[in-house]
Structure formats: structure tokens, C-alpha cells
Nanobody
Framework: QVQLQESGGGMAQAGDSLRLSCATS????????MGWFRQAPGKEREFVAA????????YYADPVKGRFTISSNNAKNTIYLEMNSLKPEDTAVYYC??????????????????WGQGTLVTVSS
């Protein structure tokens, strides 16, 4: 069974930076992409960023473009989310996910198969 484990969440002030990590273990599932999603209190889960393993293509949601950077360590099957210039509206539980989405669906959480348990990021003003 594939397992995803996020780490690196915590509390920050507006303007601060945090780095999230997501490590995969177990199973032999060959994902083609991994992504970060987030769910703020009282809101639906939304796409944040994704990265494709084959060519390193990176995709971002508009609210985080220019502030967040997704990266990967293919050898370790680990992805990261570097979050800079944090805003209070970035407060959410952040989830990593793995799947085999086609490019046009890379932002669609429904096509991701495996999910981590989430890590809370709280940004105060």
C-alpha cells in the first residue's frame, strides 16, 4: 500500500516562509505526477501545485503563482512545496497526492489516487 506523509507545516506570520515535504513509501505504484492541494476552514479542497515526474513540468494555482515553488527529488520519491510571502489566506490543511493524471486533468483532485493525511499551515497577520 502506497503511503504519503507530509511534514513541515506549522504556524507562521504573514510574509514568512515555510517548506512542506511529502515522502512516499510502500507499494510499487508508479505515479506520473504528484500534487499539493489545500483545504481552508469551511471551504472545499483546492489545487495548489503539481509536478510531473517525466519532464519536471510544474503547474500552479493562480493564488500561489510567484510565491510557491514545487520541486521533487526523484531518487527519494519526495516532493516539496516552498511557500514564500505567506498570507493569512494561505491558512489551510495541505495535502499531497499521487496519481496518473493526464495533463489536462493535472489540477483535478478526482484523478489523484493516493493522499497523505495532511499538514496544517496557519498564517497569522
Amino acid at each position: 500500500q502506497v503511503q504519503l506523509q507530509e511534514s513541515g507545516g506549522g504556524m507562521a506570520q504573514a510574509g514568512d516562509s515555510l517548506r512542506l515535504s511529502c515522502a512516499t513509501s510502500g507499494g510499487t505504484f508508479s505515479s506520473t505526477a504528484m500534487g499539493w492541494f489545500r483545504q481552508a476552514p469551511g471551504k472545499e479542497r483546492e489545487f495548489v501545485a503539481a509536478i510531473r515526474w517525466n519532464n519536471g513540468g510544474k503547474y500552479y494555482a493562480d493564488p500561489v503563482k510567484g510565491r510557491f515553488t514545487i520541486s521533487s527529488n526523484n531518487a527519494k520519491n519526495t516532493i516539496y512545496l516552498e511557500m514564500n510571502s505567506l498570507k493569512p489566506e494561505d491558512t489551510a490543511v495541505y495535502y499531497c497526492a499521487a496519481g496518473r493524471p493526464i495533463l489536462s486533468a493535472i489540477r483535478d483532485q478526482r484523478v489523484y489516487i493516493y493522499w497523505g493525511q495532511g499538514t496544517l499551515v496557519t498564517v497569522s497577520s
